[in-house]
């Protein structure tokens, strides 16, 4: 049961986020042309204000796979009871103190969001805040019977779920706009749908994993382990508010709404490709755990990291390539259009950095399990304040161009070097092993990019069709030349056997004699 829901949550993992992805790609411009620069950069705007109130959760929420299995080892589900109990009432008082911060927020707008946006634009954006605001509130509390799904390893459930309810926010999301409506509108059927969804989940939790919940016997020295725990998660959330959300503000600041835009557009691409890494590692949280907890040794833990690495690494090149060869037209010829030749560096840039750390999120995973995250916690905080320093002054002489290269230089300092000898020295993962592991893909990966010069060279792509013709060949020579010059056995088994079986379902004829 747990292996086929395993096997079932990484598939409908990628199923979702694929998913997830073709609506966005599909919908976005039609979003982006129906709104029109400028309210859209106020979406995204709005968007990263409010999202900085999330940070009020103090990491809690990443601190619950820890505690429960902590738990469960040490008392009955008593304990347990007792456990999402303390959860839910300290995600009640932080969700009480979100919603009076977010309404300072939005009575302050002006001196939060500055003089380059319009009255009109601050009268939306205050809009939009409430609302996110209020569904921030709402859901806090409830955010607890997620965890508990998940680390019951209930993906089937989880992943068809959110699939549904992606398909149902684009839907409604398309609906409104051609029906004449805008972004608040849009924010209001979100905001709905989420509850629903919340609602749904509460249900499951409750009636089929039969979730408990107690008020009473507070343990002072676990609510204690569990805030000192949370704090250097806590500490990961700042950093990352500051590295993919800040350059919004600060580009707000200096020139406006639509240069957010033309930024938020390369931002918005590079969070797939982000989405796209974490994806399977999220599905072994918790096995990690359970790993760990059983005190299994590192150097099966490096080959757990190996393993997925390669895999992420195999999806992440074919992506970060095909951007660099693709993601001009891509951006300006479909995606956005006209006047967002820019996002198409941001990506760039945001990308590059970026791929090192994402194919090493098992390390994150491991790190949380063993409770061993404060040193990440504490050296992010301080490459993100750094990042926050360059930003500043980079984006005021170089545009959007300059926050995008302030965030990569945090990431590369913080990410590529600094933590590849934590996972080493402290961590006890082979990371000499790890990358020796990696390297020895790029050799199958030179003929593709080859194959991308040459088109980039000889070919204009400049048409919706041209661009589907030479992606998907340029797809089929990435996939033929890694199959046969990085793959190893293990890997091509991953798709063989699904593959196989597949073909047997649906080719197979039964003979009678």
Sequence with gaps: MKVNQL?????????????SNLISIIFTPIVIRMLGQDEYGIMSLSSAIIGYLSLLNLGLGG??????YKRKKESNEDGVAKLNGMYITIFSVIALIVFFVGMAIIFNARSVLGNEITENELSIAKKLMFISVLSMAITLPTSVFGSYIIIHERFLFSRVVS?????????????????????VAITIAIFVLTLINTLVTIIYSVKVLKFEFKFSGFQLNMLKSMFTFSFFIFLNQIVDQINWSIDKYIIARFYGAAAVAVYSIGASLNNYYVTISSTISNVFSPRVNKLVSAETDDELLTDLMIKVGRIQFFVLS???????????????GYYAGPGYEEAYKVVLILCAPVTLPLIQNMGIEIQRAKNKHR???????IMAFFNLGISIPLCK??????SAIGTSIGIILAN??????????KLGLNMFRFWKSIISILPSEIIPVLFGIFILKFVKVDTLPEFLIFGVLYILVFAVSVWFLGMNDSERNLIKKPATQIFKKFFRKDVKI
């Design 163 to 183: 699939i549904v309810f992606i398909i149902l926010n684009n839907v409604a999301k398309i609906s409104l706009l051609f029906m004449g409506f805008r972004s």
């Design 375 to 381: 040193f990440r916690s504490v050296m992010y905080v």
């Design 7 to 19: 096997k079932s949550g990484v598939i409908l993992s990628y199923a979702q986020m694929i998913l």
């Design 416 to 425: 590529v070097v600094i933590m590849n000898i934590y996972y080493h020295k």
């Design 318 to 332: 074919l992506i970060f390539t095909g951007l660099v060869f693709f993601g001009k037209f891509f951006i300006v």
């Design 63 to 68: 601190s619950y796979n820890y505690f429960y």
């Design 397 to 402: 002489y170089f545009g959007i161009i300059g």
